[in-house]
């Protein structure tokens, strides 16, 4: 017989993308992994400890848009002057940024943008490239690999998590191996769609299909933690700040 927790469950799940990935950035990582262990999702999704912010207080959430980079089998040919540089550059990136251009033929407001280079410390992120995703709405770039330009990503507050901190460019490293498909990433499987958490504890990775149930969970281990830690402010006569009413209630 079907429990009456896994009818209601099952009839929450109604959310639409919007009004999932609103109620998702209302609640902290240590909410949502907690959660997706109460659904036995153990470990599940976790990305390793080396994916990490560029800046303290980075956070965001949205949809993964999925991107796969294999390193190159290109012989490299010196350049004999500036022009040939910029000659060869612009046809290496030409083919390492395909999905850059499939990109601009989508709607990646909400998206996060997933890249797999099995941990290779080439930037294929920078400043950019990262404030044209920013100026189009994207919430993010989780990148198993590096970013380059921190100083300039961080003055323009651009979100983005990697593995590796690099001044490398992916030019003449790596190539271009695949848009939307299942990629590996700090160690996870990420589905194009998955939902990706991000905050200074790490990046975590949500199954679409199991996001509503694991938000259940979530908004009432935030609520209990909320009404704890509200009576030990109390207690020690400190003011309230909004980690007390996330979700504004």
């Known amino acids: 017989m ?3 927790r896994i009818l209601n469950m099952a009839a929450a799940q109604k959310l639409t993308d919007q009004e999932l990935i609103e109620k998702i950035r209302k609640v902290r990582l240590a909410d949502l992994s907690d959660g997706m262990d109460a659904l036995g999702l153990v470990n599940v999704g976790s990305m390793s400890t080396d994916m990490r912010p560029l800046r ?6 949205g ?15 010196p350049s004999s002057s500036v022009e040939e540089y910029f000659k060869k550059n612009g ?3 030409r083919e390492v940024y395909t999905f850059d251009r499939i990109m601009k033929n989508d709607d990646i407001t909400d998206k996060v ?5 099995d941990g290779y410390p080439g930037g294929v992120l920078g400043s950019d490239n ?3 995703y920013k100026f189009r709405g994207m919430a993010g770039a989780v990148v198993d690999g590096g970013c380059r330009d921190s100083f300039e990503c961080n003055l323009e507050e651009v979100n983005v998590f990697s593995t590796r901190r690099t001044f490398h460019h992916v030019s003449f490293r790596l190539a271009h191996g695949g848009v939307n498909i299942p990629v590996q990433c700090a160690g996870v499987t990420v589905h194009p769609g ?4 991000a905050d200074d504890d790490g990046v975590l990775v949500i199954p679409r299909n199991r996001a509503e149930e694991v938000l259940e969970f979530a908004i009432a281990i935030l609520q209990a ?6 009576a030990k402010y109390e207690a020690l006569g400190m003011q309230p700040d909004y980690t007390l009413n996330r979700l504004g209630e």
């Open 2 to 4: 079907i429990s009456r």
């Open 56 to 61: 303290p207080g980075i956070a965001f959430a």
């Open 63 to 77: 949809f993964a848009y999925t991107v796969k980079l294999i390193k190159s089998q290109e012989p490299v040919i």
């Open 91 to 93: 046809e290496w990136c």
């Open 113 to 117: 943008l997933v890249i797999d280079m």
């Open 130 to 132: 990262m404030l044209a």
């Open 194 to 197: 998955d939902v990706i958490c």
């Open 225 to 230: 933690d909320q009404k704890a830690r509200t």
